[in-house]
């Protein structure tokens, strides 16, 4: 009988976030009569916003990637897997150097984002860093990269930007998209009663998930909505203080976190993102798996692979164009705009590409 191929899945945290959603969803997916599957989590299980329930998990109770060096290389040489797979930046280019401990397992790193491109962001959010300082910065993350075997990027716009911008060699970048994950059912037929229009969006609250220029946008709409934003971050309260400055408390639901996202995207009218940059993002996915339309500001990150214009969203360049979009009339076809994201980004279909990635690495 051949012998399962042993995988390592890595993550700092299971906390509420894109790739540890992915991360968590792929690592239990995975076939298990050819994969012996084990997650490792940097942090504390006390922190999971994720249930893990089909393979082992191991905790290292650290609270800093750069804290856990020694227990992972215990492990690594302890348990010798074929294929180790991580996600985050910091932790890639930490896993990138270990690897140099290691040359008969093949490490790869999922990376999560594109740099921001938009100047009037840039300069708005501009540290006062010296520029020789600057680019010491940033010199960490090809440097860290280059020893990974492979790099999983998310989109288009990410394998590009990991070619052109970071310089990594093309036979080491590999585009793998992100699932749609379990329990986002298409919504039932509309039954509205009233002329409520219900948006929301699911995101990390951080400058560059933009939720700002859509308060903006929404302040000046004439007519009844309600607006859903779900999730935490860092710029929460510069969040619900422009709220209260715009005038539109009444109109906003916050909810820092739940396990009902599915529920609350099929409840809605129009997914809202205002991003600056993204990797693939989940939750647009994920709207649109259960039939709900976006609205997104054109940005990197492969938000063009996933919105077709008119057939399951918009994308705008500016948020005169964007209050312009949510002012017009459309009918929308629910089972249409499902189909759209579900033929490119199916489980099946990611689930098997992570599977023939592994198969590959583990022969060479």
């Known amino acids: 009988m051949k012998s399962k191929i042993k995988v390592f899945f890595i993550i700092p945290n299971l906390y509420a976030g894109g790739a540890e959603r992915v991360m968590s969803f792929v690592s239990q997916n995975l076939n298990t009569a050819k994969f012996d599957v084990t997650l490792i989590v940097i942090g504390f299980k006390k922190d999971n916003r994720y249930s893990i329930t089909k393979i082992p998990v191991i905790y290292l109770n650290k609270k800093r990637v750069l804290h856990s060096s ?24 930490f896993m990138g150097f270990i690897s140099l401990l290691f040359p008969k397992i093949k490490f790869v790193g999922r990376h999560t984002i594109v740099s921001i491109v938009d100047k009037k962001f840039k300069a708005e959010n501009k540290k006062p860093i010296k520029k020789r300082l600057r680019k010491k910065l940033r010199r960490p993350l090809g440097f860290g990269y280059k020893f990974l075997d492979i790099i999983i990027c998310q989109s288009t716009d990410m394998y590009n930007q990991m070619k052109f911008k970071s310089k990594v060699p093309e036979h080491k970048l590999k585009i ?12 039932p037929e509309a039954t509205k009663q009233d002329d ?6 699911v995101a990390r609250i951080s400058k560059n998930k933009g939720h700002k220029r859509i308060l903006n946008v929404l302040s000046k709409l004439n007519y009844p909505f309600q607006y859903t934003i779900i999730g935490d971050g860092i710029e929460k309260d510069n969040v619900l203080k422009l709220i ?6 009444d109109r906003i639901v916050y909810i820092p976190f739940t396990n009902e996202v599915p529920k609350y995207l099929a409840e809605s009218d129009f997914y809202l993102m205002g991003s600056y940059s993204e990797g693939l993002p989940n939750s647009l996915i994920e709207s649109c798996s259960v039939g709900t339309p ?4 054109r940005a990197p990150g492969g ?3 996933i919105i077709e214009d008119g057939v399951n969203g918009y994308l705008v360049d500016n948020e005169t164009e964007y209050l312009e979009k949510l002012q017009q009339s459309h009918h929308w076809d629910k089972d249409l705009i499902r189909e759209s994201v579900y033929r490119k980004f199916n489980k099946e279909k990611i689930i098997g590409q992570y599977e023939e990635l592994i198969v590959e690495l583990s022969t060479k």
């Open 303 to 305: 938000l063009n692979e």
């Open 70 to 93: 020694m227990a992972l290389i215990k492990i690594l040489r302890k348990q010798k897997p074929k294929v180790v797979i991580s996600a985050i930046a910091h932790l890639n280019i």
């Open 176 to 187: 793998i998209n992100n699932p749609i994950t379990d329990n986002f059912n298409l919504k």
């Open 294 to 297: 976006a609205l997104a500001f």
């Open 244 to 249: 209260r400055k715009l005038g539109i408390e």
């Open 196 to 201: 409520l229009v219900k948006f929301i969006t």
